[in-house]
């Protein structure tokens, strides 16, 4: 069993900056993908942000290229969402997945607020 916790959202104004924390309760170098997403609000379609392999490789959504960065710091056990140039529309609560030994855990998600 693997825990996850978020940590970092919070209210800003638009074209503010937040940095999302995951950390794990296991050693990240044993992670093989650590996954952001997000979801707007209840109902809605949970949305994929970011993601990085255990080899460092990164993808994002075409809504945050530019914006937003993944990283992760293996000695932490932790991966980062750094979020710049935010928009409303990037008002969601933010959930971090990381897969362990072929199992998906995720985290309870933290809020991130943006307002016009």
């Known amino acids: 069993q693997v825990h996850v916790v978020e940590s970092g959202g919070g209210s800003v104004q638009a074209r503010g900056s937040l940095r999302l924390s995951c950390t794990a309760s296991?050693?990240?170098?044993?992670?093989?993908?650590i996954y952001w997403y997000r979801q707007a609000a209840q109902g809605k379609k949970r949305e994929l942000v970011a993601?990085?392999?255990?080899?460092?490789?990164?993808?994002y959504a075409d809504s945050v290229k530019g914006r937003f960065t993944i990283s992760r710091e293996n000695a932490a056990n932790t991966a980062y969402l750094q979020m710049n140039a935010l928009k409303p529309e990037d008002t969601a609560v933010d959930y971090c997945c990381?897969?362990?030994?072929?199992?998906?855990?995720w985290g309870q998600g933290t809020q991130v607020t943006v307002s016009s």
């Open positions: 993601d990085i392999s255990s080899h460092n490789l990164t993808a």
């Open positions: 990381v897969v362990w030994r072929g199992i998906h855990y």
């Open positions: 296991v050693s990240t170098f044993s992670i093989s993908a």
